[in-house]
């Protein structure tokens, strides 16, 4: 059973450019989130989405934005990029029925900007 | 505010001897508590959880303790493997099998096991 995988697995963008991620959740897995694992930081909550609606969103500005198709991939979007805003970015998915909390993370993509 | 705290960045331990791995928690809301281990360039992976109404839940050679009162838990390696050197984090859920979906985790430990 294929895992939750992202892309581009590196990203290197300038200020003020947007940047487009992408992961597509296990097989079944409805619920994709979005953390940011910024240097010295830990996971940050970005984003969740479940069944193509944002259920949550973490404490960050609304440059960051995303959507869930109906094949419950789903995409991140950072619009005016920041030199902070360089990090690694990863996609969990869980299935929404049943969820004990536990989630399952792709190896992330990796952000840098410029 | 940081709501899961793992105070040590760091931990170094001997091979066959036992790793322990702290985390408090600021909410009582929490329910459900889970350990992440993360290796370099990849995604963390699910390794032990326990839910609120346990004080300790054991998986082989890992062990998760709880203290509610203290809103602390811990996780025991034994015995510690130099495969075990990893990034561990601590997370918690406000919901067991609830709908709020996020995890929110500390800032992490890094363990090194040495030969």
């Known amino acids: 059973e294929a895992g939750v995988t992202q892309s581009p697995t590196h990203l290197i963008k300038t200020r003020g450019q947007q940047a487009t991620l992408r992961c597509s959740p296990i097989s079944g897995h409805t619920s994709v989130y979005w953390y940011q694992q910024a240097l010295g930081l830990g996971l940050q909550f970005l984003l969740w989405y479940d069944e193509g609606e944002e259920r949550n969103r973490g404490n960050f500005p609304p440059r960051f934005s995303g959507r869930q198709f109906p094949n419950y991939s789903s995409e991140l979007n950072v619009n005016a990029l920041e030199l902070e805003d360089s990090a690694l970015y990863l996609c969990?998915?869980?299935?929404?029925?049943?969820?004990?909390?536990?989630?399952?993370f792709g190896e992330g993509s990796r952000l840098t900007v410029l | 505010d940081q709501q899961v705290k793992q105070n040590s960045p760091s931990l170094s331990v001997q091979e066959g001897r036992i790793s322990i791995l702290n985390c408090d928690y600021t909410n009582s809301m929490f329910d459900y508590f889970l350990w992440y281990k993360k290796y370099p360039a990849e995604g963390p992976t699910f390794l032990i959880s326990i839910s609120s109404i346990k004080d300790k839940n054991e998986d082989g050679r890992f062990t998760v303790f709880l203290n509610k009162s203290a809103k602390h838990l811990s996780l025991h390696i034994v015995p510690s493997q130099p495969g075990d050197s990893a990034v561990y984090f601590c997370a918690a859920s406000p919901n067991y099998g609830g709908s709020q979906g996020n995890l929110i985790f500390g800032k992490g430990t890094k363990l090194s096991v040495k030969p």
């Open positions: 969990a998915s869980s299935p929404a029925l049943g969820n004990t909390g536990e989630l399952f």
